[in-house]
């Protein structure tokens, strides 16, 4: 009787382990032709605003086509300037997270826009070993099913730009009330500022070293080519 409860306890485990595996799998595949309606984050926003009655979360999807390219850019310069070359990991950038952690110092940057896709879509907010041991093979599984295109076409609609607001669209429209279409290049700059603190962050009210950063941002994207770095996704 005890064996018999004990195959039927791993045979239970083991099923779990492969639905907890194959859900990422069977998503990540599907992300090819289907638009998330919402992600990890989103969703715990929107158990949020029912616990705590905090604003619901608003999302609006752009297609990438109708997302200019100069904010695509600023993104990509913000957050990622090697996001075309490399296989979901900054190599060096990892090594330099690394040093810091067995220095005893707290691990800055690191992260590509596919990790912070693969943490929005799947994971937790709060920084934590498990979090990123988990991190790694989701943003492998991103890079081998999806295109650098795609992908950044997920991240630009899933990731934070104001307190409640996800994706460009919404965002642009709390930051500087206008659709992401007539964003200039400073403000789409301004807008990719707001991703490390998005619930702290105005645009139209900017910080020294907001300003400073949008003055990077705007530099970064003529070193790396400006819009034609885009033909490499």
């Not at 029912?50 to 109708?66: A, C, K, M, N």
């Not at 220095?103 to 693969?118: D, N, P, Y």
């Not at 659709?179 to 400073?186: E, G, I, N, S």
Request: positive net charge; proline residues 6%; aromatic residues 8%.
């Amino acid at each position: 009787m005890l064996r018999l409860t004990l195959q039927r306890a791993k045979r239970f485990i083991l099923i779990a382990i492969l639905v907890v595996t194959l859900i990422p799998v069977l998503m990540s595949v599907a992300l090819r032709w289907v638009n998330p309606p919402t992600s990890a984050f989103m969703l715990r926003a929107q158990l949020m605003s029912v616990i705590q009655d905090t604003p619901y979360p608003l999302h609006r999807w752009q297609s990438l086509d109708h997302i200019p390219t100069r904010m695509q850019m600023a993104v990509i310069a913000a957050e990622d300037q090697k996001f075309a070359q490399h296989p979901g990991f900054d190599v060096q950038a990892l090594k330099t997270a690394l040093h810091q952690v067995i220095a005893g110092k707290k691990a800055r940057g690191g992260s590509t826009i596919s990790q912070q896709l693969a943490k929005n879509l799947f994971l937790w907010e709060e920084r934590s070993y498990v979090r990123k041991a988990l991190e790694i093979p989701l943003t492998l599984l991103l890079e081998t099913t999806l295109s650098k295109s795609r992908i950044l076409e997920l991240y630009l609609n899933l990731a934070q730009f104001g307190p409640f607001h996800y994706g460009v669209a919404e965002g642009a429209k709390y930051q500087f009330n206008k659709p992401v279409t007539q964003l200039d290049t400073a403000q789409a700059a301004m807008l990719a500022c707001m991703l490390p603190a998005p619930a702290r962050y105005q645009a139209l009210q900017p910080s020294r070293s907001l300003k400073r950063k949008q003055r990077l941002i705007i530099r970064a994207i003529d070193n790396l080519g400006g819009t034609r770095y885009l033909r490499q996704l």
